[in-house]
C-alpha cells in the first residue's frame, strides 16, 4: 500500500477500498498532516461541505446489568448517575422541537439497560410518532440497546430512520471492556438494521487502554458492516469505572484516529462524540481532518442551546455548512 498518503487519499476517490489485507500500519506511522490533508480530500469528495448534527436524550438512565468498564450508568459501578424510568413523552417531545428549531438535523432517545422492553418500549414508540407527525425538519433516531427484529420495524414504522449501536472496540479487545454481552450480538444487531433498510450509526471508544491495532480494527469492521454514521467517543474517565484511572488521550491521537477511519470508510459521516473538550476549540482541526459530523448540545437544557449556537458559529467560521 502506498505510503504517500495524499496518493493514498487519491485512489481512495477513484475507487480503491482498504481491507483486512492490506497493510494498515502506515496510517499508525505516516506524516500526521499529509495524513489529514489526505481525509479532508476524501470528506470533501464523498460528503461535501455539510456538517451532521445529531442530538440525543438519555431516556431512561442508570441501572444497567451490562458491566461495560468505561460506563456510569452500570450497575455494576459505583458511580454518581442520575437513575430514572422512561421520561415523560412531553419532555422527550419538547426536547425534539428545541432541538428541531436550533437547526439540529437528527434527534434520538438512547435509553440504558440492555433492552428497551414492554410497556417501556411501547411508550417510546409512542413518542416517536408523536415527535413524527409534529416535528418535520429533523430525522429520528434511537438506541436501545439489544432489541429484535419485530421491535427494530416497529420503529422503521414509527418513522425512525436510523439505528445506533456501538461495537465499542475491536473484536480482540472487546472482552476487556465487557463481559455481558459480546461482539459478535453487537455485529449481529447491526447486520438486523441494515436489513431493516435503516442508516447504521455505530462506532465506538478510544482511549480505553486498547492498541493502535485495535483502533484499525475497528474502523476495518464499520467499514465491513457499511456503517453509515461512526460516532468516535474519546474516553473521559469516570469515577467510579474500572477505567477512572486510565490518563486521557493526546488530542494528536484522537486526530490520527478520525483520519484513517475516513480512508478506510470514505463515505460515511465520521462524527465526533464525547471527548471534544479534550481537543482545541471544540475538535476544529478534527473537522478539517476528516470528521464530518457531530453530536452537540447537551440534553435538556438552556446550555443545549448555547452548544448547539456555538456549534454552529465553528461550523460556519471553517466555511462548512
Known sequence: MSTDMLSLAEEIINGRRINRRDDLSVFINCDLDELCEGADKIREHFVGKKIDLCSIINGRSGRCPEDCKYCAQSAHHKTECEIYDFLPEEK???????????????FSIVTAGRALTGEEFDKAIHAYETMNAECKNIELCASMGFISKEQLHRLHEAGVKSYHHNIETSKRNFPNICTTHTYEQKMATLKMVKEEGMYVCSGGIIGMGETWEDRLDMAVS????????????????????????????????????IAFFRYINPKADIRLAAGRALMTNDGEKAFKSGASASITGNMLTTVACATIRSDHELIKSIGRE
Open 222 to 257: 464499520l467499514a465491513e458492516v457499511e456503517a453509515d454514521s461512526i460516532p468516535i467517543n474519546a474516553l473521559m474517565p469516570i469515577k467510579g469505572t474500572p477505567l477512572e484511572n486510565l490518563p486521557r488521550i493526546s488530542e494528536e491521537d484522537i486526530i490520527r484516529t
Open 92 to 106: 422527550i417531545v419538547e426536547a425534539c422541537k428545541l432541538n428541531e428549531r436550533e437547526g439540529v438535523d437528527r
